[in-house]
């Protein structure tokens, strides 16, 4: 009882910006926003130290996609092409091919470490949203239509909800998303 006491006036201090003694709303989202940012910037210099442990300034995407999907080389293109879950090997590999040109502001074929960031998390570069917004439709769109019916955002909807977990868009407030769709008469998003 005492160390629980003790560990929770630690991580009061650490969130209490002010020192006044209490954790303002405020404070809890600084504290949220900073927490996620270095959970961030902690899985982009693990992920940079993997696939460039000679820490050179930047890293290409042969090196890059050599480290990660040279498994792919020997196997059919029916192998290849198979989906589990709406996703397969050459699917993926196209998503990654894709984001690292993307986040190539340069477009020599190389990431920096910031480039990198851009690469593993699109959705925390502006410049990127639209990628984003595409990946996410890719991901819901099970006929490659171009576009997220009413069936298919129910299912990543209920799939989301029956999993307990937050998938990027779904929580238990898309009921209106729903209705707005219902009130335009519409039975799809797309990117507009």
Request: charged fraction near 35%; aromatic fraction near 10%.
């Amino acid at each position: 009882m005492v160390e629980t006491v003790f560990a929770s006036r630690i991580i009061v201090d650490k969130i209490d910006a002010d020192k006044d003694g209490n954790v303002s709303h405020h404070e809890l989202q600084e504290w949220i926003r900073y927490t996620q940012q270095k959970y961030i910037r902690d899985n982009v210099d693990r992920t940079w130290k993997t696939y460039n442990p000679e820490n050179k300034e930047q890293l290409s995407w042969d090196e890059y996609s050599k480290a990660v999907y040279d498994f792919m080389k020997d196997m059919d293109t029916q192998t290849l092409l198979r989906e589990e879950d709406g996703v397969s090997y050459q699917n993926l590999y196209d998503r990654d091919a894709r984001r690292w040109f993307a986040a190539d502001t340069n477009s020599d074929g190389n990431l920096t470490k910031e480039e990198f960031f851009a690469f593993l998390h699109p959705e925390e570069t502006p410049r990127l949203r639209d990628l984003v917004v595409l990946e996410t439709i890719e991901s819901i769109d099970k006929d490659k239509d171009g576009k997220i019916s009413l069936d298919e955002y129910a299912s990543k909807l209920n799939l989301a909800l029956s999993l307990e977990r937050p998938c990027f868009g779904v929580n238990n407030n898309n009921k209106s998303a729903v209705d707005a769709m219902r009130v335009h008469s519409t039975s799809y998003f797309d990117q507009s």
